[in-house]
């Protein structure tokens, strides 16, 4: 009788285990449903901005003929900027949903940082040459081991990284490259910046999709939001790390990545990419 007892208990003590597995599941089902209508709305809100200037613009063009030539040149610039801004927009969110599903192909290889940096520089020079950049400097130390990555992201990663350091910081400001081993077979790389800075309550939710300060400043740097979204993604799948630092608005920013060396058997691509 007791071995019965005991039989039924184990019995029941499985089910209330599978039920109570089956309740942890259900959540988290509910939970990436609720991160998918809000990925969809906030997505559908992006795109919608844009699209309703350039329609404006166009109605505006098309109803009014004897529109002055001057403003007529202004809603044209406008509808210009707005159709840039989604094709930008487009770009970056079928890049970041690639990355998150996994079906990017890598192709790691030993490369030297210092290449990696350069086209990083001139692609970040040749996209804002319209305006004038804060001062670059670029100090790595000489015998840096090689990196273990897939070029074209390393490059991504970093231009991004710049990219931003820049379009943050005045152009009486400085921006600084450097990389230190940080005796754990990885390589720390820092895009340093002395522009506006960031809140320490805001240095994780930078890396959320879509987040940008709000107001004027969004629309006088531009950008889509998902820029360190993607980074994030990259340098997770290399096994390294990403996060900002920062003493608080208008003292800078640093952002630092970790990068595998050469030989590391350590490093392992995150299992699932994570979500915001
Ligand atoms: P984007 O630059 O296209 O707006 P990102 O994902 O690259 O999108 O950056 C998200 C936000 O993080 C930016 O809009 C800005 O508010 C903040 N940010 C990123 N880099 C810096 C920086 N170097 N200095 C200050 N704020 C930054």
Redesign the pocket.
Known sequence: LVEAIATQLGVALIQAEAYANLEDLNEQLEALDRTRSNLIAITGHELRTPLSTIQICLESLAQEPDMPLELRQVMLNTALDDAERLRELVQ?FLTLSRLESGRVEWHPEPLPLGECVDLALSSVRSRQAEVSLPQITTCLPSELPLVQADGEWLVEVLS??L???C???PTQGQVTIEAQDNQNQMLEVT?G?T????EPN?LE?????????EGA??RT???????????RQIVQNWGGQIW?Q?DGKDL??Q?RFTIPIVGNTKAQPAESASET
């Open positions: 970056d991004k990284l990219d931003n350091a379009k943050f910081t895009i910046d522009g506006r800075g960031i805001r939710a930078v890396f959320d999709r879509f987040y940008q300060e400043l969004r740097t531009g950008g889509t939001g998902l820029g360190l979204a993607i980074c900002a920062s800078g920013s952002f």
